[in-house]
């Protein structure tokens, strides 16, 4: 019987301790802040409160978001193998049908968008990963094609783990904080395709700079996307067109019928078109359905007007990439609240391409007076404000007919909230309280 250690009892843990305990492997867990987990009664597992009186593991599953350096880490690699949940899953679900989407903005739309396509043409899919219940649980109970979100941490302890069908969407400065280096970070993120070979297929941005200077080192087919070049092999945008050009030049759709908005999603949308279409989707199922998808929560979500002013959701931009992306899609006259826990990267960038769009920026969370120093140097209007209540309300009190309020933070969450899903929802029930009755 081998035996496994689980070092930290999140979702991730969770998932895989019942799913290892269920295979009959010996389980043992270890976590900083509890022994035991309510949600795993009736599983058979082992809380261990010191990791150096224990004997080697077979491997040892880390949980995504605890750092490479961590003091436990460090102990437990000099004689483990430490994986991840997504290296798991491909050596004890292999015969599983998956396709993994990686990139550091547009993963969750995109994952879902794919697995939405794939149920409405009658094939039955799975989003997992960053997605809802962990992956090996998920795999555990469920035949079906695994569509997942893969995030740079997963990557990061794997070995063996290989796509047939991968996604890198994007590539630009984010968690350094993990990392600790941009050429780390974009090391992790081009593992996805490490394994690959010339029976696989990539899919990257071909407007994306890291991504194009790395093509040469993909051992997979490549196709591409891109919403400013005409490209010959993958798909693009053409005007307002959608075109495929693979074999021949095909015209999809127009950009106007995704009730999705931005460029951004545009190219998650080609991105996911193409996946469909190695896959084995017909592309007549590919257009019909992806006209039906609606945008994902706290992802640019539109949430009400009031006053002629429109109210967006997009807490899930936990980065400066992210948070540009939000704001080209707008013309002008944006509030922006922005600001949170500090992941050591640079804001310039937001302010340098999208300052002509900020007509005022309130400030939060632990990131405020960072963004306040580079907000005066780019002589953008700024208030700063303690709660999420007061930057609603402040919004209110500035806001003129046909501006448009953006909640796109530019930083992770967790110096306010457990989670981006907790920050969109406060914002989202702020604002709908002012609704007129």
Same mark, same amino acid.
């Given at each position: 019987?081998?035996?496994?250690?689980?070092?930290?009892?999140?979702?991730?843990?969770?998932?895989?301790? $019942?799913?290892?305990?269920?295979?009959?492997?010996?389980?043992?867990? #270890?976590?900083?802040?509890?022994?035991?987990?309510?949600?795993?009664?009736?599983?058979?597992?082992?809380?261990?409160?010191?990791?150096?009186?224990? !004997?080697?593991?077979?491997?040892?599953?880390?949980?995504?978001?605890?750092?490479?350096? !961590?003091?436990?880490?460090?102990?437990?690699?000099?004689?483990?193998? *430490?994986?991840? !949940?997504?290296?798991?899953?491909?050596?004890?679900?292999?015969?599983?049908?998956?396709? %993994?989407?990686?990139?550091?903005?547009?993963?969750?739309?995109?994952?879902?968008?794919?697995?939405?396509?794939?149920?409405?043409?009658?094939?039955?899919? *799975?989003?997992?990963?960053?997605?809802?219940?962990?992956?090996?649980?998920?795999?555990?109970?469920?035949?079906?094609?695994?569509?997942?979100?893969?995030?740079?941490?997963?990557?990061?302890?794997?070995?063996?783990?290989?796509? /047939?069908?991968?996604?890198?969407?994007?590539?630009?400065? =984010?968690?350094?904080?993990?990392?600790?280096?941009?050429?780390?970070?974009?090391?992790?993120?081009?593992?996805?395709?490490?394994?690959?070979?010339?029976? =696989?297929?990539?899919?990257?941005?071909?407007?994306?700079?890291?991504?194009?200077?790395?093509?040469?080192?993909?051992?997979?087919?490549?196709?591409?996307?891109?919403?400013?070049?005409?490209?010959?092999?993958?798909?693009?945008?053409?005007?307002?067109?959608?075109?495929?050009?693979?074999?021949?030049?095909?015209?999809?759709?127009?950009?106007?019928?995704?009730?999705?908005?931005?460029?951004?999603?545009?190219?998650?949308?080609?991105?996911?078109?193409? %996946? @469909?279409?190695?896959?084995?989707?017909?592309?007549?199922?590919?257009?019909?359905?992806? &006209?039906?998808?609606?945008?994902?929560? /706290?992802?640019?979500? #539109?949430?009400?007007?009031?006053?002629?002013?429109?109210? #967006?959701?997009?807490?899930?931009?936990?980065?400066?990439?992210?948070?540009? &992306? %939000?704001?080209?899609?707008?013309?002008?006259?944006?509030?922006? *609240?922005?600001?949170?826990?500090?992941?050591?990267?640079?804001?310039?960038?937001?302010?340098?391409?999208?300052? $002509?769009?900020?007509?005022?920026?309130? @400030?939060?969370?632990?990131?405020?007076?960072?963004? $306040?120093?580079?907000?005066?140097?780019?002589?953008? $209007?700024? #208030?700063?404000?303690?709660?999420?209540? =007061?930057?609603?309300? +402040? %919004?209110?009190?500035?806001?003129?007919?046909? =501006?448009?309020?953006?909640?796109?933070?530019?930083?992770?969450?967790? !110096?306010?909230?457990?989670?981006?899903?907790? +920050?969109?929802?406060?914002?989202?029930?702020?604002?709908?309280? +002012?609704?007129?009755?």
């Amino acid at each position: 019987m081998k035996k496994v250690l689980v070092y930290g009892l999140g979702i991730t843990g969770i998932s895989t301790v $019942k799913t290892l305990a269920s295979k009959g492997y010996k389980v043992y867990t #270890f976590d900083k802040l509890k022994k035991e987990d309510d949600r795993l009664k009736g599983y058979d597992y082992s809380p261990i409160s010191d990791v150096e009186k224990e !004997d080697k593991f077979d491997f040892v599953v880390k949980s995504p978001g605890i750092k490479p350096d !961590d003091e436990i880490v460090k102990v437990l690699e000099k004689n483990n193998e *430490i994986i991840s !949940d997504i290296e798991l899953s491909y050596r004890i679900f292999n015969n599983k049908e998956f396709l %993994a989407v990686t990139g550091t903005n547009g993963k969750t739309t995109t994952t879902s968008l794919i697995s939405h396509i794939l149920n409405e043409s009658g094939k039955r899919a *799975i989003a997992v990963g960053n997605i809802g219940e962990g992956i090996l649980w998920q795999m555990y109970k469920n035949e079906a094609v695994f569509v997942e979100e893969v995030s740079s941490f997963q990557l990061h302890n794997t070995k063996f783990y290989k796509p /047939h069908i991968g996604i890198i969407l994007n590539i630009t400065p =984010d968690h350094i904080d993990w990392h600790k280096s941009e050429e780390n970070y974009i090391k992790d993120k081009l593992s996805i395709a490490r394994n690959q070979d010339q029976k =696989d297929y990539i899919i990257i941005n071909h407007d994306d700079k890291i991504l194009s200077k790395n093509k040469e080192n993909f051992n997979a087919n490549i196709y591409e996307f891109s919403t400013k070049e005409k490209i010959s092999n993958g798909i693009y945008l053409d005007g307002d067109d959608i075109v495929l050009n693979i074999d021949e030049p095909i015209k999809l759709f127009s950009r106007n019928d995704l009730k999705i908005v931005g460029n951004h999603n545009i190219s998650n949308a080609m991105a996911a078109v193409l %996946a @469909l279409y190695l896959y084995g989707i017909d592309i007549n199922e590919i257009v019909k359905y992806i &006209k039906t998808f609606k945008a994902i929560s /706290h992802r640019l979500e #539109f949430v009400t007007e009031i006053n002629n002013v429109k109210f #967006f959701d997009d807490s899930k931009a936990t980065n400066v990439d992210s948070a540009i &992306k %939000a704001l080209e899609s707008f013309d002008k006259n944006v509030i922006l *609240i922005a600001g949170g826990y500090d992941k050591n990267i640079d804001y310039r960038p937001l302010f340098e391409s999208s300052s $002509k769009k900020i007509k005022a920026i309130i @400030l939060i969370g632990q990131t405020k007076n960072i963004l $306040k120093s580079v907000s005066e140097d780019y002589g953008i $209007k700024y #208030f700063i404000e303690d709660t999420m209540k =007061d930057a609603v309300d +402040r %919004a209110f009190m500035i806001m003129k007919k046909n =501006d448009i309020v953006l909640l796109s933070p530019a930083s992770a969450s967790w !110096d306010m909230y457990k989670s981006f899903e907790e +920050r969109g929802n406060d914002f989202k029930n702020l604002v709908k309280e +002012r609704e007129p009755r």
